[in-house]
């Protein structure tokens, strides 16, 4: 009770509370935006030298939601590592890990704009993918036909007293949020994602349990009235 | 040099001015290592602390920079350069001033460190970027004297901190540097001196005649205090009398929220419209020099200000200073009337406005405090390691460096006398390699060691780090300006936090005028001016400050008092009435009532610990509550009460105060709750975790780049709860927003004496409390739930489901 289902083009989909999208017909999990490396990244660009936990986090997650859906297929949107170099530089534990999970599943890796390229991890490496009644790629194109799937934008939106991870969602795109531990967000409002979204549109919102809420919303007045 | 020069003597006998014994003793003890000046406002300190330099200067021998003199604020820097101009032109002397801030062109800059002048005049964030640069020696080469105005003010802050460990490396560059001090009145001058003073060497003590006492009293209106609020607006019929009848006032609020406030209400009622104007931190550097010229100039008759107006500059003809709202600190309320009559041997005259009928009370024992010179302030901890981070990475921005050597340059600091070299090896191993415990970048460290000297890897890092110098953390703000093509006239800044619930047509205050929210535009807050409509009012989240220690205790003496002849009569009745129905708080029980009122179970705990401590106190009380299913609801917390209310009676209230309890509460409650992010988030930035700035350094305004550093605390709290950072956090939170220092006072102060009143309603000190503004829901499954209800209503509403 804590999913929230919908259907997208003829396919019954469920928003997991974790952020990850999930197809119960295919046994396929969804997940985007993850991000590994990216503390690595910085530190490599003599920027902070930030807590380097993050690839072990994140992969943590991305393991509760396999095993707890008996995934056999998993598609990962893009952007899965932070750069190519990223990718490279994993550390052996969190590469094995990695491996690991892939082990027996029917994996496919979406190219995104931080990681155009290959991977080194087997499966299948794809700009795009359809698959029955649905697309998926990395970011979402203007006029994409019903039934996209996508993520990129790492939406989030402020609703009750927090800010949310939220997938968004129209008659005819779903975008994902950010499943990786360090993304930041945008703003469901911010015109690159509004301009996207067609009514009826809503949020899920992530967390403990994925909670719908429609777009746009009066999420400032909702915001107010819990700090009064 | 022990006494002034012919041409100074002259120079002031020729405006039939004498020297202050203050200012010659300055003189004779010139070559004193560390000396610290405590004067009255309008005591001519600056002068006192410039006389030896402009004295060793006289005779044109020196070569390059003589004098560095640091003040808290760029304005006084610059003030304070027009000011000593008048004495060197008139009395010809050879001597270059120049002022260094941030708002110093780069070119002017650059000339400085290459061609340093006598003097000059900067702030110590200036100083921190100067040490950065690998030419720091040669620009200051030579330099004798480093003068330290208000020193009580940086003192209060890191930016203190930050400046005493920059002032160890120019000792170590420059061993002959004598330092001087100068501040107001203050608490404990020898721990403010040690403070100073390169350490273990002595700081004497110079006290300047502090004139006469300040002539302060409450100020009577014809309408009495509300029972609770901030605002102070009933006395505005009061106050604009008291503004006609002197040449110029200041009136000072708070918060920047309750000028606003009281500016927009002031100006309704001005019916003479008499020239007041507004002044605090939030609003565009073009409004506040506006207000500061016309003050100048003597054409304003009030200011209504905040902390900003607290420091230095001469604002001329002040005659009356009203404080709005209780001083909540007597040491600050000191400061502040001595703006009023910056003539020296004048009393100062200020007039007090307590905001609600508690505040009475309190603006009483404030009264008395300062009668009595019974100035309040906690003794300082030891410097804080997130400042020294940022020193370590500063210090190898300016070229390699031994740890040995940085170590004892470090420990010649009072406040960083009892470090460690364990702690600052962990300093330094946090600015070199982040520090983690179970993971470790061995490739991309910032600093590295070669041939025993720390240097950074990628030199490029120098100038990331000199971008974040800085200890001063405000929450993200977004600028607002006036909507217009070519971008509009800047208004101020609000808290981005606030920007995110604004809709497109909603009005708040800025600097006093309404405004309509039109939009966002490249990270700027767009509006139009909108006269007449109901405002909304920004929130500004900084710290609040929380009522004294001594200032609460003396509130608490005056409820043993057996009546109250001195107190207005509705006050001294209504604290009768509390007596009678209930009990009054004491300083060695801890009052707790409990009552019924509109369905809800209630309990009040009458602490006295100051804002920030009740509230921390609310948010404990209330998860040990949740914990054993006596369905909290909410709190909310003055400086002296918490108030909960819930499903549930609490029929034994005493055991939720047990100390060890509370204290392993507290070990747990830091794991996950917001002001501790917070602090964490301040820390986290100075110490140079988080970049605030970047190369190329614009927000991108599609895409967000950067993430909240809650994720970073999460992460750290799961994987390396012991790091470094989150041990600085803690120890934060024993003091400023968090505050668990005085909760713990309290509970050493009360022991198991919980004095526990079963009343059958609402009690009449309790009762102000349901009026008070800022009640906090507890996120109990009951919020979940309520969360849930409204998102399903949201969707119903929107035809969805």
């Excluded at chain 1, 994993?90 to 892939?102: F, S």
């Excluded at chain 2, 705990?605 to 299913?629: H, I, P, R, S």
């Amino acid at each position: 009770m804590n999913d929230y289902r919908f259907s997208l083009n003829g396919a019954d989909l469920v928003a997991l509370p974790s952020g990850a999208l999930w197809w119960p017909d295919q046994a396929l999990a969804v997940v985007s935006d993850l991000h590994l490396g990216k503390s690595e990244r910085m530190a490599r660009r003599g920027g902070a030298m930030l807590p380097p936990y993050e690839v072990r986090e994140t992969l943590e997650r991305l393991e509760a939601v396999l095993d707890t859906s008996c995934a056999r297929k998993v598609v990962c949107l893009g952007d899965t590592f932070d750069d190519l170099d990223a990718m490279d530089n994993l550390r052996e534990d969190e590469a094995l890990w990695l491996t690991r999970l892939m082990a027996g599943r029917e994996w496919v890796w979406i190219e995104g704009n931080h990681d155009p390229g290959p991977t080194a991890f087997g499966g299948a490496h794809l700009a795009e993918m359809a698959m029955g009644p649905l697309t998926f790629r990395h970011i979402a194109a203007p006029d994409a036909g019903p039934g996209e799937v996508s993520g990129h934008y790492h939406p989030k939106m402020r609703f009750g007293a927090g800010s949310h991870r939220a997938f968004l969602l129209d008659e005819r795109r779903v975008i994902l949020p950010a499943f990786g531990t360090f993304t930041g967000g945008l703003r469901h409002s911010d015109a690159a994602l509004a301009g996207l979204m067609q009514p009826p549109a809503r949020a899920i919102l992530t967390g403990k349990r994925a909670l719908a809420v429609p777009l746009p919303c009066g999420d400032q007045a909702d915001s107010r009235a819990s700090t009064a | 040099m022990h006494v002034l020069p012919k041409v100074f003597t002259q120079w002031f006998a020729e405006r039939g001015w004498s020297v202050h014994p203050h200012q010659a003793e300055m003189v004779q003890r010139a070559t004193e290592p560390s000396l610290l000046l405590i004067a009255p406002t309008g005591g001519g300190k600056t002068l006192a602390g410039f006389l030896p330099t402009l004295a060793e200067l006289a005779d044109g021998t020196h070569k390059g920079l003589h004098t560095l003199y640091i003040s808290p604020l760029k304005a006084l820097a610059a003030d304070i350069g027009r000011n000593l101009r008048t004495p060197v032109d008139e009395m010809a002397l050879p001597i270059r001033i120049e002022d260094r801030t941030g708002d110093t062109s780069y070119t002017k800059k650059r000339r400085q460190r290459a061609d340093p002048p006598h003097i000059l005049l900067t702030t110590p964030e200036s100083l921190a970027l100067m040490l950065s640069y690998d030419d720091a020696h040669r620009t200051f080469a030579g330099l004798q004297r480093v003068v330290v105005d208000e020193i009580h003010a940086l003192a209060e802050s890191k930016r203190g901190d930050q400046l005493m460990l920059c002032l160890s490396r120019l000792q170590a560059m420059c061993p002959d540097l004598r330092r001087v001090g100068l501040s107001a009145t203050v608490e404990d001058p020898p721990a403010l001196a040690h403070y100073l003073a390169r350490h273990p060497d002595p700081c004497p003590v110079l006290h300047a005649d502090p004139g006469p006492d300040p002539d302060i009293a409450m100020l009577e209106t014809a309408e009495l205090p509300p029972w609770s609020g901030g605002g102070g607006r009933y006395a505005i019929p009061a106050v604009l009398d008291q503004v006609k009848a002197h040449k110029t006032t200041l009136i000072f609020h708070n918060t920047r929220a309750q000028a606003e406030i009281f500016f927009h209400a002031l100006w309704l009622a001005n019916d003479d419209a008499l020239p007041i104007g507004i002044h605090h931190g939030s609003l565009a550097r073009e409004q506040r020099d506006k207000v500061e010229a016309a003050m100048v100039a003597g054409q304003l008759r009030a200011v209504v200000c905040t902390g900003s107006l607290d420091l230095g500059i001469d604002w001329g003809d002040v005659d009356l200073v009203i404080q709005v709202g209780a001083p909540k600190n007597v040491k600050r309320l000191i400061q502040r009337i001595g703006r009023a009559n910056h003539r020296y041997n004048a009393p100062s005259k200020a007039l007090l406005v307590p905001a609600n009928r508690f505040e009475v009370v309190e603006c009483h024992a404030a009264l008395a405090a300062a009668r009595d010179h019974d100035l309040d302030g906690d003794p300082r901890g030891p410097g804080p390691r997130d400042v020294l981070c940022q020193h370590i990475l500063i210090r190898a921005a300016a070229g390699p460096f031994a740890a040995e050597d940085l170590y004892a340059e470090v420990q010649s600091c009072g406040a960083y006398a009892a470090l460690t070299k364990q702690e600052f090896d962990d300093c330094l191993e946090f600015a070199a390699t982040g520090g983690y415990a179970l993971r470790a970048y061995d490739q991309w460290q910032r600093l590295v060691e070669k041939d025993g000297l720390w240097q950074l890897r990628d030199p490029r890092a120098g100038n990331r780090i000199r971008m974040n110098i800085g200890t001063i953390v405000d929450a993200d703000l977004m600028k607002v300006r006036l909507k217009h093509a070519r971008g509009g006239m800047p208004l101020g800044e609000v808290e981005e936090a606030f920007a995110a619930t604004l809709t497109k047509g909603e009005t708040f205050l800025i600097g006093g005028q309404v405004v309509r929210y039109e939009g966002l535009r490249e990270m700027t807050v767009e509006v139009t001016r909108t006269p007449g409509a109901t405002p909304r009012i920004a929130v500004f989240s900084g710290t609040k400050f929380a009522t004294s220690t001594q200032l609460s205790d003396r509130i608490l003496q005056l409820f043993k008092l057996s009546s109250w002849p001195d107190l207005p009569g509705h006050t001294a009745d209504w604290l009768a009435l509390q007596r009678d129905m209930s009990r009054l708080p004491g300083d060695e029980k801890l009052l707790v009532e409990t009552f019924p009122h509109d369905g809800r179970w209630h309990m009040c705990a009458y602490g006295f610990a100051g804002k920030n401590a009740q509230q921390t106190l609310g948010l404990l009380l209330t998860q040990q509550m949740e914990a054993d299913g006596l369905q909290p609801l909410g709190f909310v917390a003055t400086d002296y009460a918490t108030l909960i209310w819930g499903l549930r009676e609490v029929t034994k209230p005493g055991w939720l105060f047990d100390a060890t309890d509370m204290r392993e509460g507290f070990e747990s409650w830091l794991n996950g709750n917001y002001v501790m992010k917070r602090t964490f988030r301040n820390s986290a930035q100075i110490a140079g975790l988080i970049e605030r700035n970047i190369p190329n350094g614009k927000r991108k305004s599609g895409r967000q780049a950067t993430f909240s550093s809650d994720i970073l605390y999460d992460t750290l709290n799961k994987y390396d709860p012991n790091h470094l950072l989150m041990q600085i956090t803690r120890e934060e939170a024993m003091k400023g927003l968090v505050d668990f220092g005085r909760i713990e006072h309290m509970l050493a102060r009360v022991g198991d004496r919980i004095d526990h009143v079963k009343l059958d309603r609402v009690s009449p000190l309790a009762a102000p409390l349901f009026l008070e503004v800022g009640k906090v829901p507890i996120k109990g499954e009951a919020r979940e739930h309520l969360l849930a209800q409204a998102a399903e209503s949201a969707m119903a509403a929107a035809g969805l489901s």
